[in-house]
């Protein structure tokens, strides 16, 4: 199994150097993908317009990350 786009990093922090000296580290928090799972979940979730996403907790995680990969693919035809 491949591994599937992630979108790289949903929401970076550079490091950065303060005023007064002090070093802040950046990081590059949770990916596209994971983001726009997370979004799809709450979403369907939210509405209850899907009995089976709401009753099963792995076909919930399935479907969000099936969804994500093709908003990953839509907004990758887009950079094309």
Do not use: C, I
Request: a negative charge; proline letters at 5%.
């Amino acid at each position: 199994m491949s591994t599937p786009n992630d979108g790289g990093p949903a929401f970076p922090r550079p490091a950065s150097h303060s005023e007064e000296g002090g070093v802040h580290y950046g990081y590059v928090g949770m990916t596209l993908r994971d983001w726009f799972a997370g979004q799809a979940l709450a979403g369907v979730l939210a509405s209850y317009s899907n009995e089976q996403w709401v009753n099963d907790a792995e076909t919930s995680a399935k479907e969000a990350y099936r969804r994500a990969d093709a908003m990953l693919a839509e907004r990758a035809k887009a950079v094309e």
